[in-house]
């Protein structure tokens, strides 16, 4: 079956340490989204990438850093530089279709399980 | 600044009562898509469906019904003859040159 996966379901860091969260899909898509949910709110785009070498800043990225190596997989790493990790974590992807006539046509973009990373 | 709005932070309704979940936004684009996803209480977002600017038709799909109207920039969600099974966070979302705009979610509650 096709999908994303994401790893591990729960986290915890330890304070000063780096942690890093997996994404991976078999959709064959281009395109793959990182997305941070606090309680009782909506999704914030952190990072997300139209192509494999290549990814730009989303909303929040300070204290994120993320990877595009592969098609299949968009890891995401929460330095010690964001101090408050504490989050529901989100990975998307979707097929990607280029601008054309200045729309920006947008896919549909499917979710991972999640990630739940705790502070110890 | 684009701009997702969902009112209604927290609805409960009883079993069988049709429901209806508000969504605003605000855009500059004269092309754009809107989104409705589910989060069920396990975490992962649900695609619901997918509607670009240009297409203003009503959809139905089974006890599902979307009314999109650019006149007053909503997008509504209508659940009839709600179920248990509903009971989860509702976004709605919006595109942004290659990128969703989420509103901050309706909890919807389904009693027995």
């Known amino acids: 079956d096709g999908g994303i996966t994401q790893s591990p379901k729960y986290l915890f860091r330890k304070e000063g340490q780096n942690v890093t969260l997996s994404c991976e899909q078999n959709l064959n898509h281009d395109a793959m989204y990182w997305y941070r949910q606090d309680p009782g709110q909506g999704l914030r785009l952190i990072y997300y990438s139209q192509i494999v070498n290549d990814f730009q800043k989303g909303d929040i990225a300070e204290g994120y850093s993320v990877s595009r190596e592969k098609k299949e997989s968009f890891p995401l790493t929460v330095t010690s530089a964001q101090k408050n990790p504490t989050a529901f974590y989100l990975c998307?992807?979707?097929?990607?279709?280029?601008?054309?006539?200045?729309?920006?046509?947008?896919?549909?973009?499917?979710f991972g399980p999640g990630t739940r990373l705790l502070v110890l | 600044a684009q701009k997702v709005t969902q009112a209604q932070t927290e609805i409960s309704v009883v079993e069988k009562e049709d429901v209806t979940l508000d969504c605003v936004y605000e855009?500059?684009?004269?092309?754009?898509?809107l989104f409705w996803y589910k989060q069920p209480p396990s975490g992962e977002l649900v695609f619901l469906i997918r509607?670009?600017?240009?297409?203003?038709q009503n959809e139905i799909s089974g006890r599902y019904s979307w009314n999109f109207q650019k006149s007053t920039s909503s997008f509504n969600f209508t659940i009839t003859a709600s179920q248990v099974v509903d009971s989860a966070v509702y976004f709605c979302a919006l595109s942004e040159r290659g990128k969703l705009i989420f509103g901050q979610g309706t909890e919807l509650s389904v009693k027995p």
């Open positions: 509607r670009n600017s240009f297409d203003e």
């Open positions: 855009t500059r684009d004269t092309t754009y898509y």
């Open positions: 998307a992807s979707s097929r990607f279709s280029p601008r054309l006539a200045g729309a920006y046509p947008q896919e549909t973009q499917y």
